[in-house]
């Protein structure tokens, strides 16, 4: 067999298989030079700016790729030290790169410091790109306002991360976003901001005539409270609106109302008829925004969420405040979920775990769902067994034609084998894998099931408290039921983060 490709690229492909594993992949690269040409995009359209060592054992910051693969490249995602003292990286040869790839769309920063201007200054060069995140945010310092005008930006996400530096300027850090925002507002369509960056006022005194999604995170931005309908007043197109604030441990934050008692010309189903994605997230149970959605809707996802687990902290939280929804509460949501005819996904975090009633009050109203999410919001403080059989909760979803994801809570006793203890005691997972394969069997057109699960290690690196024990349902042999096997661990508010990436150089 003759090897016709570029000696780099080969190198670069061989590296793909001891990173990622990904030997059916790679195999077929060293077939033919057509059939390198097809994979080629497919291992390299997404890489980063580190690579494992496996001599040193850690991951070696400020890679760059051979000049072969930069046609390839579509997505970036740029690191710094987690360690300052290994010293100081030179993006110089990056930002170099980054102004001459040619189909480059999206870059995402996962820096501990200031974004280095070098780098900023770069990609307004960079004419296809459209898409922006910083991860790990932090934006005091002179003000960078500018390069951000200068570039063509359709999607900016800005979050605080998990590790924040005390020594932030917040007041000047604030600023700055406030400009970022103001010189990209009229342009934007998709936009996720940390509540602890921008308050309610910003948002609601800029014109935003093209954008489609708003997606708060983080905690709720302090400052005066406006009600929802006057921050996104002047976003006329918008979709798909989440207000995700998390509870947090290091202060009280009382349940935050949406939309107090307003009238009907203020409700959302008024002023954003043609909504079709809503979340929030520790709403008092007297709010009335979801008395009256948007006909349209297709996604409602009513949540509890909380902070993830930060640097130094333990892995169970001492108690602080939240607001998962209450058994009554949650009935009135599914009631005004009844006349949602285009919903596909609702998500109910509750104070307790889910009952056959609940869940068959879910399925009468809610026919054509796709992906159900009901959980207890405090598991791993759980020690009790389930009250209720495994059939009982699995019946009412069999009229559920569409239904193909489904995240449960289940109580299956204490998980710790003993006192503290980090591992699962083998009983809850004979359990979990019990009451899995009840539901593959009754619900045949199922593709997966996550429980609920206390997050004792990071399994997988997931960072919340709970993790999804996620099992995937495959067909059965020969006439036989499915089967569902363990699939891995999820973030437990997936549809909030973005896929876990993988180490591409």
Same mark, same amino acid.
């Given at each position: 067999?003759? *090897?016709?490709?570029?000696?780099? @690229? $080969?190198?670069?492909?061989?590296?793909?298989?001891?990173?990622?594993?990904?030997?059916?992949?790679?195999?077929?690269?060293?077939?033919?030079?057509?059939?390198?040409?097809?994979?080629?995009?497919?291992?390299?359209?997404?890489?980063?700016?580190?690579?494992?060592?496996?001599?040193?054992?850690?991951?070696?910051?400020?890679?760059?790729?051979?000049?072969?693969?930069?046609?390839?490249?579509?997505?970036?995602?740029? +690191?710094?030290?987690?360690?300052?003292?290994?010293? @100081?990286?030179?993006?110089?040869?990056?930002?170099?790169?980054?102004?001459?790839?040619?189909?480059?769309?999206?870059?995402?920063?996962?820096?501990?410091?200031?974004? #280095?201007?070098?780098?900023?200054?770069?990609?307004?060069?960079?004419?296809?790109?459209?898409?922006?995140?910083?991860?790990?945010?932090?934006?005091?310092?002179?003000?960078?306002?500018? +390069? *951000?005008?200068?570039?063509? &930006?359709?999607?900016?996400?800005?979050?605080?991360?998990?590790? /924040?530096?005390?020594?932030?300027?917040?007041?000047?850090?604030?600023?700055?976003?406030?400009?970022?925002?103001?010189?990209?507002?009229?342009?934007?369509?998709?936009?996720?901001?940390?509540?602890?960056?921008?308050?309610?006022?910003?948002?609601?005194?800029?014109?935003?005539?093209?954008?489609?999604?708003?997606?708060?995170?983080?905690?709720?931005?302090?400052?005066?409270?406006?009600?929802?309908?006057?921050?996104?007043?002047?976003?006329?197109?918008?979709?798909?609106?989440?207000?995700?604030?998390?509870?947090?441990?290091?202060?009280?934050?009382?349940?935050f109302v949406f939309c107090k008692g307003q009238p009907q010309s203020?409700? &959302?189903?008024?002023?954003?008829?043609?909504?079709?994605?809503?979340? @929030?997230?520790?709403?008092?149970t007297e709010d009335v925004i979801l008395d009256h959605l948007p006909?349209?809707?297709?996604?409602?996802?009513?949540?509890?969420?909380?902070?993830?687990?930060?640097?130094?902290?333990?892995? $169970?939280?001492? +108690?602080? #405040?939240?607001?998962?929804?209450?058994?009554?509460?949650?009935?009135?949501?599914?009631?005004?979920?009844?006349?949602?005819?285009?919903?596909?996904?609702?998500?109910?975090?509750?104070?307790?775990?889910?009952?056959?009633?609940?869940?068959?009050? @879910?399925?009468?109203?809610?026919?054509?769902?796709?992906?159900?999410?009901?959980?207890?919001?405090?598991?791993? &403080?759980?020690?009790?067994?389930?009250?209720?059989?495994?059939?009982?909760?699995?019946?009412?979803?069999?009229?559920?034609?569409?239904?193909?994801?489904?995240?449960?809570?289940?109580?299956?006793?204490?998980?710790?084998?003993?006192?503290?203890?980090?591992?699962?005691?083998?009983?809850?997972?004979?359990?979990?894998?019990?009451?899995?394969?009840?539901?593959?069997?009754?619900?045949?057109?199922?593709?997966?099931?996550?429980?609920?699960?206390?997050?004792?290690?990071?399994?997988?690196?997931?960072?919340?408290?709970?993790?999804?024990?996620?099992?995937?349902?495959?067909?059965?042999?020969?006439?036989?039921?499915?089967?569902?096997?363990?699939?891995?661990?999820?973030? +437990?508010?997936?549809?909030? /983060? #973005?896929?876990?990436?993988?180490?591409?150089?």
């Amino acid at each position: 067999m003759v *090897f016709t490709t570029n000696p780099d @690229v $080969l190198h670069e492909i061989i590296d793909e298989m001891l990173e990622r594993q990904h030997g059916d992949v790679v195999t077929l690269s060293l077939v033919s030079k057509e059939l390198r040409n097809i994979t080629a995009p497919l291992l390299f359209s997404h890489v980063q700016n580190r690579r494992w060592d496996a001599e040193l054992k850690r991951l070696s910051i400020g890679e760059m790729w051979p000049m072969s693969l930069w046609k390839y490249i579509i997505r970036v995602d740029v +690191y710094d030290h987690p360690n300052p003292t290994r010293g @100081v990286i030179d993006f110089a040869p990056l930002a170099s790169a980054l102004s001459q790839i040619p189909l480059l769309r999206h870059v995402c920063f996962e820096l501990d410091a200031v974004p #280095p201007r070098l780098l900023l200054s770069s990609l307004t060069s960079a004419h296809n790109l459209d898409t922006l995140e910083f991860r790990n945010a932090r934006f005091d310092g002179p003000s960078v306002a500018h +390069y *951000f005008a200068a570039m063509k &930006l359709e999607s900016l996400t800005i979050a605080i991360g998990l590790t /924040r530096d005390k020594a932030v300027n917040f007041p000047e850090e604030k600023g700055n976003v406030a400009e970022i925002l103001a010189v990209l507002a009229e342009r934007l369509l998709h936009l996720e901001i940390s509540g602890d960056l921008v308050s309610f006022e910003t948002m609601k005194n800029h014109n935003w005539p093209n954008l489609l999604t708003l997606r708060y995170t983080d905690h709720v931005p302090s400052g005066k409270l406006l009600p929802l309908y006057s921050v996104i007043s002047r976003m006329p197109r918008l979709r798909n609106l989440g207000y995700n604030f998390a509870a947090a441990a290091q202060w009280y934050r009382s349940a935050f109302v949406f939309c107090k008692g307003q009238p009907q010309s203020l409700q &959302l189903s008024a002023t954003h008829p043609d909504l079709e994605s809503l979340t @929030v997230s520790n709403i008092f149970t007297e709010d009335v925004i979801l008395d009256h959605l948007p006909a349209g809707l297709k996604v409602l996802r009513v949540l509890a969420l909380r902070d993830d687990l930060r640097v130094g902290q333990h892995e $169970l939280m001492s +108690y602080y #405040p939240y607001f998962p929804i209450s058994g009554g509460d949650a009935f009135r949501i599914v009631r005004s979920a009844s006349g949602l005819r285009n919903l596909v996904e609702l998500a109910i975090t509750l104070d307790t775990c889910p009952s056959p009633s609940l869940i068959e009050a @879910v399925a009468v109203s809610c026919p054509g769902l796709h992906i159900l999410e009901l959980t207890h919001g405090r598991y791993e &403080l759980n020690i009790d067994d389930s009250p209720y059989t495994i059939e009982s909760l699995a019946r009412p979803l069999m009229s559920l034609k569409f239904l193909h994801d489904l995240r449960l809570t289940i109580w299956f006793g204490v998980q710790s084998d003993g006192f503290g203890s980090h591992s699962t005691k083998y009983e809850v997972y004979r359990r979990i894998g019990a009451a899995a394969q009840v539901f593959a069997s009754m619900l045949p057109k199922l593709a997966t099931i996550s429980f609920s699960f206390t997050n004792f290690r990071r399994y997988d690196q997931t960072s919340h408290p709970l993790t999804w024990y996620h099992l995937a349902v495959h067909d059965g042999v020969d006439g036989r039921s499915p089967v569902a096997k363990f699939d891995g661990y999820r973030e +437990y508010y997936s549809h909030d /983060r #973005p896929a876990s990436r993988r180490f591409c150089q």
